[in-house]
């Protein structure tokens, strides 16, 4: 009975010895693959960290009060954003994007200071009337991620990379990336035709986003 007794034992002991092992692979290997895949783990992970759907009736409300006019600064389009923050100061996680932190606009507004354009996750296009084109872009993200900032949890281990926009008629869209070169070329197009001039309108475009 006692020496049976101790070989359970042993079995139950490498058992527990094995699990402990699988234990640590896995949280490692886990650890490593989130540390891989930023735009997948990232603050869209479980909600709509940078929702642009709230943005399009901040931009109509704004030209509704200065003469049908979008914002637009001359110190670029990080400080042109600012400019809709100043009755609505919570609408700042709706104006930047994925891959980037909200914070560069709440700590602008409290210390009177300037938004570099490099530190917005999304890019504005300045310029613009509400009378222009509807389907005119004003407002995009810089960084493709796993689905858009709109898709959350599991799905975004599988889901294609994405855009999303916001619209000059105040609604938004999702354009996965395997789109939008052309996207962007009937954007360029649009812009020159409300007369931008082509270098102005294939630089909006050609910004890049920070390194992951």
């Not at 490498?14 to 234990?23: E, G, P, T």
């Not at 600064?73 to 809709?84: K, R």
């Not at 939008?180 to 270098?199: A, D, H, M, N, Y």
Request: proline residues 5%.
């Amino acid at each position: 009975m006692h020496e049976s007794q101790t070989q359970e034992h042993r079995k139950n002991r490498h058992w527990l010895r094995y699990a402990s092992v699988f234990l640590v692979v896995s949280v490692v290997g886990g650890l490593i693959y989130v540390r891989m895949h930023p735009l997948v783990f990232n603050e869209s992970l479980f909600q709509h960290a940078h929702c642009i759907a709230q943005v399009g009736m901040a931009f109509q409300m704004y030209a509704n009060d200065h003469a049908g006019r979008f914002p637009a600064h001359t110190n670029g389009y990080g400080d042109a954003l600012l400019l809709l923050l100043r009755d609505d100061p919570a609408l700042s996680f709706a104006l930047t994007g994925p891959g980037y932190d909200r914070l560069v606009f709440d700590c602008a507004l409290t210390n009177h200071t300037d938004v570099p354009e490099s530190q917005c996750g999304r890019v504005y296009i300045q310029g613009l009337a509400a009378n222009c084109d509807p389907s005119i872009v004003l407002l995009f993200d810089k960084l493709p991620t796993p689905g858009g900032d709109h898709c959350h949890g599991l799905a975004r281990l599988s889901a294609p990379l994405c855009r999303e926009v916001a619209l000059a008629d105040g609604s938004h869209q999702t354009i996965r990336e395997h789109d939008w070169p052309e996207f962007t070329r009937k954007q360029i197009e649009l812009l020159v035709e409300e007369g931008f001039s082509r270098e102005q309108a294939e630089a909006v475009y050609a910004e890049e986003p920070k390194r992951k």
